[in-house]
């Protein structure tokens, strides 16, 4: 069976909306019908993409699940051809009973030199408001990594990811949480608002990065660079998840360049950077599970391993949180996945490196040995 996919760009309001219509036997009704969208928020002078490098990504791993070609009715660049074949390779050899390699056919193979006139040297950056994006926008906004900073000038938050799409004043009201940094900065803020999680037509957990990539290829005709913030670690690299520094690379094409920023450091040592920004340790937001998307609930999985970050690097109660850190809390922490001990880990080797030890280390430890034993 071949997925095929249909691109058409309008004007919808004072936004751009660039949608996709995919044809498939057995896709849900909403997607045949509907489409999925990328509205580019605010601009209605954008010109239509040379080519369609981000969608290819965005839905590559469903055709990989569900088809047995990929069809795509518009350009597609060399660059990302080549990248997909490799990307496949990797997802095949990660998850073989779910994810099989897929031949691809395309309207257009756009050549490499046809991009050649287009670069700008310019950098814009996935934005969520968390650790791993406001560490890669401090590091670049101010060229704290000397010769070798992207010239990043821009962010991009996206509406329909962590925050729901019908979740409207909850990402107004992240916007605003997040403006005095962006400020302070001199980010320029891009939002897309888009649709592509609605019905979980794909694992999430094993696509976020590839949706990212997606995001941040509507700005091709802006951006060389588009940034996406690591999540664990070179030292503790997780394999079959939606974004590594092993496989983001290759979510590039020859309009624009995906980087995979920040897996030199842990997360423990991005929140040390943050921690030393007076307006970053207020501004970042990490929390998914409460019920305020806007802000941290201080309670759940991700707000206490947060926590820990930062009282590892010596501030046990910054104003990001709205509530003071109890010790007891870690044991409610509910080690479901091999992502969550690997972050747990680096906490506690982040502490034992620095000879630090405190009152709620022990708890630590237990927390990881139940998670041993549950991921050897």
């Known amino acids: 069976m071949d997925l095929v996919l249909n691109f058409e760009q309008r004007r919808r309001g004072n936004d751009t909306r660039r949608l996709v219509k995919l044809s498939l036997p057995g896709l849900p009704d909403w997607v045949a019908k509907e489409g999925i969208y990328f509205d580019i928020v605010g601009a209605v002078r954008v010109p239509e993409p040379l080519v369609l490098d981000g969608f290819l990504f965005c839905f590559l791993q469903f055709a990989m699940e569900r088809a047995k070609r990929f069809v795509i009715k518009g350009p597609v660049s060399a660059r990302a051809l080549r990248n997909a074949r490799i990307y496949q390779e990797a997802w095949h050899k990660w998850l073989p009973e779910k994810y099989r390699p897929v ?82 900065l001199g980010l320029e803020l891009n939002i897309i608002r888009t649709n592509a999680r609605v019905g979980y037509l794909q694992n999430w957990e094993e696509t976020f990065g590839a949706h990212a990539a997606c995001a941040l290829h509507q700005f091709s005709h802006r951006y060389d660079y588009g940034l996406l913030g690591s999540s664990e670690p070179y030292s503790h690299m997780v394999n079959a998840r939606g974004s590594t520094p092993s496989t983001d ?12 920023e920040g897996a030199g450091f842990s997360r423990t040592e991005k929140v040390a950077l943050i921690s030393g920004h007076p307006v970053a340790r207020k501004t970042v937001k990490v929390c998914w599970e409460g019920k305020e998307q806007h802000t941290n609930c201080g309670e759940c999985e991700k707000c206490i391993r947060t926590r820990l970050n930062f009282i590892a690097v010596g501030d046990r109660n ?30 506690a080797e982040y502490m034992a490196a620095r000879g630090i030890n405190a009152d709620w280390v022990s708890e630590l430890h237990a927390k990881i040995a139940e998670g041993r034993s549950l991921f050897p």
């Open 318 to 347: 910054p104003p990001c949180f709205d509530n003071n850190f109890q010790s007891d809390s870690i044991k409610g922490i509910n080690v479901r996945s091999k992502i969550i001990l690997t972050e747990l880990e680096t906490i």
């Open 103 to 184: 031949d691809i056919v395309v309207e257009k193979i756009v050549p490499e030199w046809r991009f050649a006139f287009r670069r700008r040297g310019r950098a814009i950056s996935a934005f969520s408001g968390g650790v791993d994006a406001t560490f890669t926008a401090l590091r670049h906004a101010h060229r704290a990594t000397g010769s070798g900073a992207h010239n990043l000038d821009a962010v991009l938050m996206v509406h329909g990811f962590d925050v729901l799409i019908e979740n409207d004043d909850g990402f107004d009201k992240l916007v605003q949480r997040t403006a005095p940094l962006l400020s302070e």
């Open 249 to 260: 690379y290759l979510l590039s094409g020859d309009d624009l360049e995906i980087v995979h």
